[in-house]
């Protein structure tokens, strides 16, 4: 009788635990209009007796339609733009969260559809990489705060930009607004510009045009030009 128990407490396991899910890593199979993604399994189930989650063409089934979690708050956003083959840890609510994944999940209770939780309808999904993983854009920080970002190209756009320190530039700096510092601004090469160039006073290490001098110039005021007479003949 207990054996019997015992067996029949083991199938109902066995048969709950295969449709049971807490995390598993995965792949991208497409990004959709809304936002969501369709995830192919990285890992295959297993299921009872030690079979295998089935196949087909080779793969795993897609599940259609996670969400994804960004990191952020009510005022910050950081994302990425996501694509195929791109890995993400799926994490499935052990409550049922298929209403709440369909509202502005605010601060309301979401109704629930059922008591079920910890299965594939209740997933969301996390983009993630192996450190080992190359990348077109990286942004690493060190153990001493260092922060280096490589990237094709980097836009900025804020209604002021404040830098503290000194900044150096290797390259070439265009800009259609104006350039002031409170510090030095110093370049290697040629500084051009299509407007006026103000400054207090614009000067070399020999010369200065607030107040310079000609070594050849006589005292007094300057006279005004007059016409050349080529030299009388001896």
């Not at 195929?84 to 309301?108: M, Y």
């Not at 290697?188 to 107040?211: H, I, Q, R, Y």
Request: charged content about 25%; overall charge negative.
């Amino acid at each position: 009788m207990a054996n019997s128990i015992a067996k029949i407490l083991d199938r109902f396991f066995d048969n709950k635990m295969e449709d049971f899910e807490t995390a598993f890593p995965a792949v991208i199979d497409a990004v959709n209009d809304d936002g969501t993604v369709n995830v192919r399994p990285s890992v295959r189930n297993c299921l009872r007796n030690m079979q295998m989650e089935p196949l087909k063409d080779g793969k795993l089934m897609a599940i259609r339609n996670v969400p994804v979690l960004w990191i952020g708050s009510k005022t910050v956003h950081v994302e990425y733009e996501l694509d195929a083959g791109d890995t993400v840890l799926c994490i499935s609510s052990s409550r049922d969260i298929r209403n709440w994944k369909k509202e502005t999940w605010g601060e309301d209770a979401a109704l629930p559809m059922s008591f079920s939780g910890n299965d594939l309808l209740n997933l969301l999904a996390i983009p993630m990489r192996r450190i080992n993983e190359d990348a077109s854009t990286t942004i690493s920080v060190d153990r001493e705060g260092n922060v280096k970002i490589n990237a094709k190209k980097v836009e900025l756009s804020a209604e002021n930009v404040e830098i503290t320190g000194a900044l150096s530039v290797d390259g070439d700096i265009e800009t259609t607004g104006e350039i002031s510092s409170d510090g030095n601004i110093s370049s290697k090469g040629d500084v051009e510009a299509t407007g006026n160039v103000k400054g207090a006073d614009f000067s070399t290490p020999t010369l200065s045009f607030m107040g310079h001098t000609h070594a050849t110039a006589a005292t007094g005021a300057p006279a005004p030009p007059m016409a050349y007479s080529p030299p009388k003949a001896l």
